[in-house]
């Protein structure tokens, strides 16, 4: 059972947090701060109370925008710690997601707060502090249809979509690639050919689904089709040529 502070400057908004909180069931306690300062007083006695002190605090969900120590000045002072409690934000800015995973966030939730998002973010939580889940999986959706969630050395953070050159099907899997590197997902590729022909994507193979933007070249070779995505090339299946090559010709 996680032990969890919220901070918002905001008293409607605190309030409402703090009973979305304590509402989730694999949340033991939930509190409130109304800024900065308070709450770094409360984690401070946490710390002194120890990891299994009646003190305690597991998670905090950190407002950004606050007067005096905002919450992305909190976050940096509690790197500094030896034991940190993990920090998820809670904002209405989205701007700031980089700079937030950047200081090891867990997650990065957009206001109005919506009881699912927030229980995605109660989820990764717990499982990042090895907390044992009671109660039956609750469904969640990506934070926005923009960017897809990937776990990078255990913390939670965003990936473009549109910077997602092409997939890959591993299994249950999907390894998404983009120019920087690659990410691997639990998702199969039929699910994200689904949610992402609109934007653009198309299945050239039972492995492969590629983004239309990113195709430098589409090429034919003795009967045989492929394109060059950055520098790697890809082969069509002959199912999917011909839909592919349409697809080319119309883009603009």
Not at 179 to 208: C, Q
């Amino acid at each position: 059972m996680l032990r969890a502070l919220a901070v918002d400057d905001e008293r409607p908004t605190l309030e409402e947090l703090v009973y979305l909180l304590n509402a989730d069931p694999r949340i033991g306690a939930a509190e409130g701060a109304s800024d900065a300062t308070e709450a770094l007083r409360r984690i401070n006695r946490a710390l002194e109370s120890g990891p299994d002190g009646p003190d305690a605090i597991d998670v905090v969900f950190l407002d950004i925008q606050m007067p005096g120590l905002d919450g992305l000045d909190l976050a940096r002072l509690l790197t500094g710690f030896a034991r940190p409690p993990l920090v998820v934000f809670v904002t209405a800015h989205e701007d700031f997601a980089v700079r937030a995973f950047d200081l090891d966030a867990v997650d990065y939730v957009l206001k109005p707060v919506r009881r699912e998002r927030l229980a995605e973010a109660v989820r990764r939580a717990a499982e990042q502090r090895g907390a044992t889940l009671a109660s039956p999986r609750i469904p969640v959706h990506e934070p926005d249809p923009d960017h897809i969630t990937v776990e990078l050395g255990g913390v939670a953070r965003f990936v473009a979509v549109d910077a997602i050159t092409h997939v890959e099907a591993q299994g249950d899997y999907a390894r998404l690639h983009t120019d920087r590197g690659s990410h691997l997902v639990r998702i199969p590729l039929t699910t994200l050919e689904e949610r992402w022909r609109a934007r653009g994507f198309v299945r050239i193979h039972r492995r492969h689904l590629v983004a239309l933007r990113h195709i430098g070249e589409l090429r034919l070779d003795a009967g045989t089709v492929s394109v060059l995505v950055g520098t790697e090339e890809l082969q069509v299946s002959r199912r999917h040529a011909r839909e592919l090559r349409d697809l080319l010709m119309r883009r603009p």
